[in-house]
């Protein structure tokens, strides 16, 4: 159980285009998802707070409108990059929430996002 | 504020016995989380505790003290797959998670 996909896994485009990255909870729902963003060799940052029918809650520095995010069922949330540029290359990864009394949250695979 | 301390890198022989503390400070509390995360790869959950003492799974145990704020993962018979970060996150009264840096684990034969 608790298991999370996320897709692609992996993405190459070109600067200025916009990407869209989906995180999935596929045997629980999560009304709660969270999306990181993990640079080479550093800590995991956390982007935002994705809850499910309201708006995401961004942390500071991260840019709402270039981090689009949307949760719009209590097992689907989307990311996208809009007008991606090199410096926004990186391992985004996504975690829900099980909502159960240890409120764990459980991490997706990944995607590797490599803007030229 | 709240914090989260953990050793940066840790050694240990393959076959032995490694323990990773992790120390925290935070807004309320709603239990401690350990990640195992593979060098590209996303974390993965090892353990929770929200009462004090020793959690057991398998070579894997996690203990905790709340009025020392003080957690540690004891990993025993090392193997080289273990070669990894391990992640401490403390969940506050918001039941957000509050990461540390991560251990790097490195495991030698």
């Known amino acids: 159980g608790a298991v999370v996909s996320q897709h692609p896994s992996r993405v190459i485009c070109k600067s200025g285009t916009s990407v869209k990255i989906e995180c999935r909870s596929l045997?629980?729902?999560?009304?709660?998802m969270f999306w990181y963003r993990q640079f080479p060799k550093q800590s995991l940052m956390l982007m935002a707070t994705?809850?499910?029918?309201?708006?995401?809650?961004?942390e500071q520095g991260v840019e709402k409108d270039k981090f689009l995010i949307n949760h719009a069922s209590l097992t689907l949330s989307t990311l996208t990059v809009t007008s991606a540029h090199p410096e926004d290359s990186s391992f985004y990864i996504c975690?829900?929430?099980?909502?159960?009394?240890?409120?764990?949250?459980?991490f997706g695979p990944g995607t590797r996002l490599l803007v030229l | 504020g709240q914090n989260i301390d953990q050793p940066t890198e840790m050694t240990a022989t393959e076959g032995a016995i490694v323990q990773i503390n992790c120390t925290y400070q935070?807004?309320?509390?709603?239990?401690l989380f350990w990640y195992q995360q593979h060098a590209g790869e996303a974390p993965t959950f090892l353990s929770y505790?929200?009462l004090d003492g020793l959690e057991e799974k398998g070579r894997f145990s996690s203990f905790l003290s709340r009025s020392k704020g003080y957690s540690y993962l004891l990993l025993k018979e090392l193997q080289m797959k273990d070669s990894a970060s391990y992640l401490c996150?403390?969940?506050?009264?918001?039941?957000?998670?509050?990461w540390g840096a991560g251990t790097k684990l490195i495991i030698k034969p």
């Open positions: 505790n929200v």
């Open positions: 935070t807004s309320g509390f709603n239990g």
């Open positions: 975690s829900a929430r099980d909502g159960g009394v240890r409120e764990t949250q459980y």
């Open positions: 994705s809850n499910e029918g309201s708006k995401a809650t961004y």
């Open positions: 045997d629980f729902q999560a009304t709660t």
């Open positions: 996150a403390a969940q506050d009264s918001n039941y957000q998670l509050i």
